[in-house]
């Protein structure tokens, strides 16, 4: 019921800086939180951050300080501005909406984009 299209990733040296966007269609009013989440090849996907509907931001430790995420609401969207980049920060991103059926843990289901790739090396 929501689909995700995401843009953004490419190669940069250490020390430089992307953005990720993501933009979500479909039934998009079910939409609550969205975010972002990273995998290495045969390694599980792990989170980098989140940022509900009304704007509250949860990062991973390995984000803070480097990376914020940000939405808006009126164009369905969500960014990942990367700033710092490492070379452990090289993985593929994958854009995350969570669906409307919520417990106190989240809400489900999980829409997931196809990923972007995001390489950091000199």
């Known amino acids: 019921q929501v689909q995700l299209e995401e843009s953004g990733g490419g190669s940069v040296q250490p020390g430089g800086s992307l953005k990720l966007s993501c933009v979500a269609s479909?039934?998009?009013?079910?939409?609550?939180?969205m975010g972002w989440y990273r995998q290495d090849p045969g390694k599980q996907r792990v989170l980098v951050a989140t940022?509900?509907?009304?704007?509250?931001?949860n990062y991973a430790d390995s984000a803070k300080g480097r990376f914020t995420v940000s939405r808006d609401n009126a164009k369905n969207a969500v960014y990942l501005q990367m700033s710092s980049l490492k070379p452990e920060d090289t993985a593929a991103y994958f854009c995350l909406a969570e669906g409307p059926y919520c417990s106190g843990v989240g809400c489900y289901p999980w829409y997931w984009g196809q990923g972007t790739q995001v390489t950091v090396s000199s």
């Open positions: 940022i509900s509907r009304d704007g509250v931001a």
């Open positions: 479909g039934s998009t009013f079910s939409i609550n939180a």
